[in-house]
């Protein structure tokens, strides 16, 4: 963070000094709501959770070095006391995001939020000092710490905005206004949360109505409910897409034989040829819609495709490809689900195994409401669809119901199996695999079936990254 005194913190914030010698001190190291991650010169906030109060380590985060303690309470310790914590936090992040230079780049969207947020960070780094979105810390308290990470250098600050309802984007943007503003998608996710896909898209489209008029819009062309917000925001538009009409758009997209998207990027200064080193067709869109934020800032499209090109995986279990030393490859994509990602999960197991044996190693999708059963029932059609070798479904109701349709589509028989937890998967495979099969872990994240694949890379010594 940039370096702040208590009192100019605690003016931010509304909050009062406790406990506090000399208010000229200044915070110069993180903003930290772990006790275990306080370093010297941290500020530490202090929430109250269902099991552990962040007030109750006030004195040993301070005697780590923590410079005070953003509290609800007086502690016994230097501390600037709020009404929220929460709250206050946001407000701090918003104080320091209107002291930086630095263009705030915000994204959404039902599927793909996080890789297309790695894709962006790698792209924009290459061009000047880039802070962005740890993992899925997406939300009102993740949003304003990654934001408060930002530095005197930092040029661009690119933050993943998550909703579970109306008026959350509304209020990330609060925060931390965006310049530059990315939908990816309207998609199922949460849709039991929502009501629906139009309120879905309601929420969603927050982020382009937040935009100034000098902004940007960048949006899907390929997607209906996306390319329609273009009407609810006062900056320009940039399309990304296959679409003829995108104004950043892929053409000749095609997959490598080990499942890895290759195309033509096109854009308004010219045209060049990306091959991505993500596994799966549905990162094209992803790769453009980075494109189109590098695009807008500046960068050249020969700059682009090679950091396209070159652009890795940060973000743990999002297809996540390692091949075992005796030969079986392990795909954990179990961070989360849904039932785009799911489809296009499996479609890339199939490009990748093609000539092996695949195994789907599926789980519940959550937060599907009432479209629950037509979406697991159609996962487990579209596996014998696609000629996926073998469906694992696994856990309760849910993933009877994806057996179930994968039954009623190919009368598969043995080839479709309900398990009932992750160690019953793990046994199953242990004892069926063989070398050269491909596996794709994927659930959402309440299921934990990571630890599928964790147990069937631990099995043989020796695993590479694909």
Known sequence: MIALSLAEIASAVGGQTYDIPDPEVRVTGPVVIDSRKVEPGSLFAAFVGERVDGHDYAREVVDKGAVAVLASRPVGAPAIVVDDVQA???????????????????????????STKDLIAQVLRRKADTVFTPGSFNNEIGLPLTALTATDETQFLVLEMGARGIGHITYLTGLTP??????????TAHIGEFGGREQIAVAKGELVESLPADGTAI??????????????????????GEADSADIRAENVRLTETGQPAFSLHTPSGCSDVTLRLYGEHH???????????????????????????AGNLSRWRMEVTERSDGVTIVNDAYNANPESMR??????????????????????AELGDESLTEHDA????AVRLNVSKLVAVGGREASWMQLGAYNEGSWGEESVHVSD??????????????????????????GLESVAQALLADVQGGVDA
Do not use: C, Y
């Open 88 to 114: 206050a936090l946001g407000a701090l992040a918003r104080h320091v995001v209107a002291r930086l230079g630095a263009t705030l780049v915000g994204l959404t969207g039902s599927a793909g939020k996080t």
């Open 344 to 365: 296009a999960a499996l479609r890339a197991l199939v490009a990748m195994g093609k000539g092996r044996r695949t195994w789907a190693v599926l789980g519940q999708m």
């Open 422 to 447: 992750a160690q019953a998967a793990i046994d199953l495979l242990r004892s069926e695999l063989r070398p050269g099969d491909v596996v794709l872990v994927k659930a959402s994240r309440s299921v």
């Open 379 to 382: 996962v487990g059609r579209l």
């Open 178 to 187: 965006p310049k530059v503003g990315v939908v990816l998608n309207v998609g």
């Open 284 to 310: 094209v869109s992803n790769a453009l819609a980075a494109a189109a934020v590098a695009h807008d800032l500046g960068m050249s499209v020969e700059e682009i495709a090679l950091a396209l090109s070159e």
């Open 219 to 240: 949006l899907n062309a390929d997607d209906p409910l996306v390319r329609a917000m273009a009407s609810r925001t006062k900056a320009k538009v940039l399309f990304f």
